[in-house]
């Protein structure tokens, strides 16, 4: 039994993995980070992503290949699809056929990432409109065994009475329905502490994207940033560490890499390091 811990042990760290609780804390990848792999080759990109020893991933489609086809090849590279985006108009028009889709792959969260708006200008307006949305599709989720978090990209953080928008909507949003989905690069982005934000809301994160920015990156309130600034975690100025640490004492549920670089093949196995190092 020892031999074989041994030869485990020293696997893992040929990978650049070690055993501490790296898998144990629900590490996966947003599946938007290989957005140009899967264009050209869907069967070998999910099979590039069992090699970094990733299990459990965020998606929502299939890449134009027939459902069964698409889940028979996530089966065949043991990868299981935790959470699913969906667009806001399909929670405003057909929340029953988000939870469908959800179904279908077996994923138990859905991940909403933007409320339309003009540029530049977010209104209340519209948040009051995302509110009414995000309580009336997330009890239908709720019904079906399904939680619904939102994902903020960073206009949201605008001011607005003694806080921020995002403020207001977690005020107005009920916690049985709503609950949220950060970005730690669209809350540093805007001028936010991610840490800060778990701490103030330590019930209402569910999930992380982990991302990290280049450092001197400008930022802004608009939720644009150019894919470049995407480097590898512990690399940048987002402060994945104490990001991890925060996210692990209020138990956050679900990590995944969201990599937008063009270089995110390359960055990926560097981040999975990263992470696999931090004490906890």
Excluded at 36 to 58: M, Q, R, Y
Excluded at 70 to 76: A, F, G, P, T, V
Excluded at 107 to 122: R, S, T
Aim: charged share 25%.
């Amino acid at each position: 039994m020892k031999k074989v811990t041994s030869r485990v042990i020293a696997v893992g760290l040929a990978l650049g993995l070690s055993l501490n609780g790296l898998f144990a804390q629900n590490i996966g990848l947003q599946l938007y980070s290989l957005r140009n792999e899967f264009k050209k080759d869907v069967p070998g990109t999910l099979a590039k992503i069992k090699e970094w020893k990733i299990t459990l991933i965020e998606g929502g489609g299939s890449y134009g290949l027939p459902m069964e086809e698409y889940k028979n090849l996530l089966k065949q590279n043991n990868l299981t699809m935790a959470s699913v985006g969906a667009g806001f108009e399909e929670l405003e028009k057909d929340p029953q056929k988000v939870v469908d889709n959800a179904k279908a792959f077996g994923a138990k969260y859905v991940m909403c990432a933007w409320v339309p708006h003009k540029e530049g200008n977010f209104t209340m307006e519209e948040i009051n409109r995302a509110i009414t949305v995000f309580n009336t599709a997330g009890k239908v989720l709720a019904d079906n065994g399904i939680k619904f978090c939102y994902h903020p990209h960073g206009y949201e953080f605008r001011p607005y009475e003694k806080g921020t928008m995002f403020d207001y909507m977690v005020k107005k949003t009920d916690p049985r329905y709503v609950n949220f989905e950060m970005d730690v690069f669209w809350v540093k982005h805007p001028g936010q502490d991610p840490v800060a934000l778990l701490k103030k809301y330590p019930k209402r994160f569910l999930m992380l994207h982990l991302k990290d920015r280049e450092p001197g990156t400008k930022g802004n309130q608009e939720g644009r940033a150019p894919d470049e600034t995407n480097v590898v975690l512990g690399k940048g100025d987002v402060g994945i560490e104490a990001i991890m640490k925060q996210a692990k004492k209020i138990g956050v549920k679900y990590y995944f890499i969201e990599d937008e670089s063009p270089k995110s093949v390359e960055q990926i196995p560097e981040s999975l390091k990263f992470l696999s190092n931090i004490k906890y």
